[in-house]
């Protein structure tokens, strides 16, 4: 039950970061919202890891970790973020939640290549289906150059985040969880530095309300989520576990109507539940059939 909650939890609170993303967006620049999403995250994850007592890994853990904690941090908390905020400033919340599930696709193809988990028959035929949804969506918005733009960015979005969590599980090898996380973000408040300027001037004039989704993009969905799936992973099979995700999309929907009062393009319904169908025929089976390791690194599809 306690693993359910949190679980439910996560996809709540990853849902609502495309709606925080979209909010906040209105008075931050990409690069800034990054950065000042990552630097609340940090502050945060070090007091949990400070109360929790977890120690900072040691040089031989680091050593272990290598160039794919370099990898996961630069893509997964980088560029994901700087994608996806850019993104997010031409196309609605829920199309852009639709568009980056892709990513338990593009994780289990990179698998395959890299970590040698194979390329089982249902994975060529989710990701005809989840690309085919793409298509749908691209020629949906094929008459507004803004959200093709969009859409475009959001899935380099999805490739950054598939290929950062392929990084992760390699580091996950050396470091815990926890660690992991921190230090990711904050190599990718290294990253975003170059906006730090930016940031100082844009949070002096920014609304209050805009503020609050930074701080709560921070605090929420990234601490906050990180740590409720953690929690629930460890008490649950993953690969069931990562089905949950698929609840995003739909929740993102709801929440961009409810809050933003904006909806999807009509024909971009069809294209979101293709990518959806697509992603469940690759991982169901993958799941079900294919090593335990193949689930484990598509459970952490986040913004």
Known sequence: ???????A????????AFVGIRSAGRAFGPGELSLGRLLVATAALAILGAV???RLPSRGALRAAGPALLVAGLLW????NLALNAGERHIDAGTAAMLVNIGPVLIAILAGLFLHEGFPRALFTG?????????VIA??????ETTTTGVLLCLAAAVAYAAGV???KVVLRSLTGTQTIFLCCVIGVAVCLPWSVALAHQLRHAPGGSVGWLVYLGLGPTALGFSTWAFALRRTDAGRLAATTYLVPPLSVLLGWLWLGETPVALAYLGGALCLAGVGVSRRRTVSAGPPAVAAVGSGSRP
Do not use: D
Request: aromatic share 10%; proline share 0%.
């Open 9 to 16: 939890i996560t996809v709540l609170l990853w849902a609502s």
């Open 139 to 144: 020629v949906a918005s094929s008459n507004h």
């Open 52 to 54: 929790r007592g977890e």
């Open 166 to 168: 392929v990084g992760q």
């Open 1 to 7: 039950m306690a693993a359910a909650v949190a679980a």
């Open 77 to 80: 908390f980088g560029a994901y």
């Open 127 to 135: 990701c005809a289906i989840a690309f085919g949804g793409v298509a």
